[in-house]
């Protein structure tokens, strides 16, 4: 079995007395899978966003390659680095090509060379179909295409574990199957994710494990997604994987 990667104890985050994440403790391993779903307002993204250190915690701690992950610490600019996220809206910077929106913070942050840089962006978009858009600026691609740059913008800082929050959900259907697709030949090439998402088939492919979760607090975690689609344990889960159904007679 793989290293622990990312260990989540005790975890606490509210906003003002709204307590958003409630003593949530998770590890993962090098090259799981972990999809993250449940209902809206649960928490799914402020977990992911205090796992990138974009919050302050009122509780626990985070532990990446045993290192602590906190938002303000000396740390942190070094830990970030570990961490790629990629959002709904793909935040790319409109007034700069495809190939200098991946290569300018690998330049930047880690000061690495140009050459090196565009050489790697350029592979990266060519193993999802967009090397030939390289000159192009963000407005002249379709959403689906934009996601794929973000999701190619994140690896380029060779992340150790990537971050996806309902990366497809601002997408036109017909968009969102290339997206997921690139994500599939990631974890199928053992990248090391959390994701959240609400398209169930694809979570279903794609997860070593699924947790489920209720007011910050994970109610069931399986680690045989095909039965925990096909027969959740728990009266919540069950629930809310119903309101996916929908029934011809
Ligand atoms: P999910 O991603 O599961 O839909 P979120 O993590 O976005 O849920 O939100 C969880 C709860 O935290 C919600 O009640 C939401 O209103 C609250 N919340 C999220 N972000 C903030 C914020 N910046 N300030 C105050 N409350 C917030
Ligand atoms: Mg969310």
């Not at 260990?7 to 899978?33: A, F, M, P, Q, W």
């Not at 607090?217 to 096909?230: G, N, T, Y």
Request: aromatic residues 4%.
């Amino acid at each position: 079995m793989e290293k622990e990667l990312l260990r989540i104890e005790h975890l606490k985050k509210g906003y003002g007395t709204n307590d958003v994440i409630n003593d949530l403790s998770l590890t993962v391993r090098k090259g799981e899978v972990i999809v993250v779903i449940g209902p809206s307002g649960c928490g799914k993204s402020t977990l992911l966003r205090c796992v990138n250190a974009l919050e302050d915690i009122q509780g626990g701690q985070i532990l990446l390659d045993g290192e602590p992950v906190r938002k303000n610490a000396p740390n942190i600019s070094r830990m970030r680095e570990k961490i790629g996220m990629v959002f709904q809206s793909y935040d790319l910077f409109p007034h700069r090509t495809i190939l200098d929106n991946i290569t300018l913070a690998p330049m930047k942050v880690q000061k690495r060379k140009k050459a090196e840089v565009e050489q790697e962006a350029l592979e990266l978009l060519d193993r999802v179909g967009l090397k030939d858009r390289k000159d192009d600026y963000p407005r002249q691609l379709s959403g689906g295409q934009k996601q794929r740059v973000a999701i190619v913008r994140a690896l380029c800082m060779h992340p150790e574990i990537l971050l996806l929050d309902e990366i497809t959900a601002a997408l036109d259907p017909e968009m969102v199957r290339e997206v997921l697709d690139v994500v599939l030949s990631l974890a199928k090439a053992g990248s090391t994710m959390m994701i959240v998402t609400h398209e169930m088939a694809f979570a279903k492919a794609i997860a070593d494990r699924v947790i489920f979760l209720e007011n910050g607090q994970i109610v069931e975690e399986s680690s045989d997604p095909k039965a925990f689609f096909e027969r959740p344990e728990t009266e919540r889960a069950r629930q809310f994987l119903h309101t996916f159904d929908y029934e011809s007679d």
